[in-house]
């Protein structure tokens, strides 16, 4: 059944209201027309419930915009959803990925993740080529998906809002790497489903790592937000030493805009419930209003916490992650780097998840906390442990 404006609908029902279905709800696509987004292909979901979210098609189908009721959760930066034809992977020492940089997903891999690095590049049987060097976060949040489907589908009285499309990062003597990725959403409902499966196409065996960089902000985020996780230890922080309390920013609570911040990451180590499955969740309990991430352990085991606080650029990043913090050389010494064969693939499956009310958000609270208890200290002394990777690898 549908649960639409306060009702339970049978697919009769909702037919009686309606000419269309996308009176209430429905994916349609558009194209967006002026400045550094024109030419963009760009998929529009309505669930009915409140929930509206976009999907950038030419940005590997991520996620741009979000919002629920008319309040935003999704982040803008400055870099508007720039066309990738725009984009320059290798401009600015590796840092021109920031150019391209904005939405509440943005998907970082699919052979690197985090900093700029040089790594060997014997894995690609080109004898012309002794290294490879990555910019931050790797291609392929700024490549056009093949759009292989998307609409409504009923079965029996339940619809599913869904899209499908290939990503392909591919070059002659180097990965042949395809993300194959598909969005849901029920109508009447208040949370989108992520599936991705990455395949190595190619025949070399290829190295892969991979996370969702998923940024939420204003009004959700705003003075007084709370950092909601299954903590067991906190790993790493990026700011420790002399910045490490300087800016008077803990994990937990979050600060309104401030000029001069510099961005802190903190690396935790997360507990997964009974299902293996670790939520973590921003929440504002003025506006009654919260969204929480629900990805798998055993497909991203590691999770980083983003705070850029700097005034114009106000955001908060959930960031779920194949790999440690360490990066693409630490984890080919620590035999924790992915490796593909031919046909091989690894999967990904993520919630983003709308909670409407007081009660929801105790509801979310109270089962992340039964996970694991968080630690109650604003500034948690890093423990530099990073649990080792490679039985998963």
């Keep these: 059944m549908v649960e639409l404006y306060g ?14 279905l996308s009176q209430f709800a429905g994916v349609r696509l558009m194209t967006l027309g002026d400045g550094v987004e024109r030419g963009i292909r760009m998929l529009e979901f309505r669930t009915g419930s409140g929930l509206r979210f976009t999907a ?5 189908l991520d996620i741009a915009d979000c919002d629920f009721k008319g309040q935003a959760i999704g982040w803008h930066s400055p870099s508007g959803f720039r066309n990738p034809g725009l984009h320059d992977y ?3 020492g590796g840092l021109a990925w920031a150019r391209s940089f904005s939405g509440l997903l943005v998907t970082c891999g699919l052979d690197h993740i985090l900093g700029r690095e040089e790594v060997p590049a014997d894995s690609y049987n080109y004898p012309g080529r002794k290294t490879v060097i990555h910019s931050l976060h790797g291609r392929v949040g700024t490549i056009p998906a093949r759009l ?3 609409g409504e589908t009923w079965d029996g009285d339940r619809c599913v809002l869904w899209a499908e499309g290939t990503v392909q990062q ?3 003597f180097g990965e042949d790497l395809h993300l194959i990725r598909r969005i849901e959403a029920d109508v009447g409902g208040n949370e989108i489903r992520l599936s991705d499966r990455v395949v190595n196409h190619g025949f070399n065996r290829t190295p892969h790592m991979y996370f969702y960089h998923v940024n939420v902000s ?37 600060p309104a805009p401030q000029s001069g911040f510099s961005e802190q990451v903190w ?34 085991p590691c999770a980083y916490q983003w705070q850029n606080f700097q005034a114009g650029q106000y955001a908060l990043g959930i960031e779920p992650s194949t790999h440690h913090v360490l990066g693409n050389l630490a984890a080919r010494e620590r035999g924790e780097m992915i490796w593909l064969e031919h046909s091989e693939s690894r999967s990904y499956d993520a919630v983003f998840r709308v909670l409407d009310g007081a009660g929801a958000i105790a509801e979310a609270e109270a089962k992340i906390a039964s996970i694991a208890r968080q630690p109650q200290q604003d500034y948690p002394a890093p423990s530099g442990n990073f649990p080792g990777l490679a039985d998963r690898a």
């Design 7 to 20: 009702k339970t609908l049978s697919r009769r029902q909702v037919s009686e209201r309606s000419g269309m």
């Design 56 to 60: 950038l098609v030419d940005r590997a």
């Design 90 to 92: 290798e401009g600015e």
């Design 148 to 150: 292989t489907g998307y």
């Design 170 to 172: 591919s070059a002659v």
């Design 218 to 254: 204003h009004p959700l985020l705003d003075e007084g937000s709370r950092y909601l996780a299954p903590i067991r230890d906190v790993v790493w922080a990026g700011h420790a030493g002399e910045r490490y309390q300087a800016q008077k920013v803990g994990y937990r609570t979050m």
């Design 267 to 300: 690396q935790h180590e997360m507990a997964a419930d009974a299902n293996g499955e670790v939520p973590v969740a921003v929440v504002n309990d003025q506006l009654g209003l919260g969204f929480e991430v629900v990805t798998r352990k055993d497909q991203l």
